[in-house]
């Protein structure tokens, strides 16, 4: 059985280290150079020990990436019958509502290139748990995209805002959803929010198989 990746942080330090939206912390549970705790002085000795030395678990926050691709910078100011009116940032905000609800951590971007995604893609693997991606107009052109996702092996939730099936005939094949966990279409913004919710589950579900399945048979 290949070794378990460091993915088994099921609770999350409310630590001001470990906020939400932060680049992920490795905690050693010490108070770090930045860290208050970590200053001498009247008053410091009480609070010295870092949050995350309280808690059961390691604390890095579970990450969900969520990848957006070109022209949905646009969002909002153009084309608002085909796609809404609500801008990509509006779109990012309310997706970290909903992380900060589930415990995620929302890393969300957005490019215009294909090379880009990939690459975003292949860093994706060490640090994060699954990737929400709507992958725009190279849903139906990349073969690039679905093989790196493929190589990272992470749960996928492909989500469009607008339900290509019943759009222009070149939008009803996707590249992607072979090697997607499942698709959302068709729901506007709110399918990133569903795709966040199914992802959490997901998450629950792979820590819980990691707690109790096989891994325990063999060791
Ligand atoms: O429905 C979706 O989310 C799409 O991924 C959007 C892509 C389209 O190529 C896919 O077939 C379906 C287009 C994104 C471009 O977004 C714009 C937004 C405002 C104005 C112009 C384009």
Known sequence: MPPLRNRNATVYCPGPRAD???????????????????R??????????????RREHHPV??????LNGP???LLGRREPSVYGRETLDDIAAACRVRGEKLRIRVDFRQTNHEGELVEWIQQSHADVRGIILNAAAYTHTSVAIPDALRAVALPCIEVHLSNVHARESFRHHSYISPVATGVIVGLGSQGYLLALD???????????ANADGPRSLST
């Open 198 to 208: 199914a992802m959490a589950r997901l998450i629950a579900d792979a820590d819980a």
């Open 40 to 53: 001498s002085g009247p008053g410091r000795a009480a609070s010295r020990a870092h949050p995350c030395v």
């Open 61 to 66: 926050p579970n990450t969900v990436l969520i």
């Open 20 to 38: 939400i939206g932060q680049a992920r912390d490795s905690c050693s549970g010490r108070p770090g150079p930045n860290d208050p705790r970590g």
């Open 71 to 73: 022209n949905l910078n």
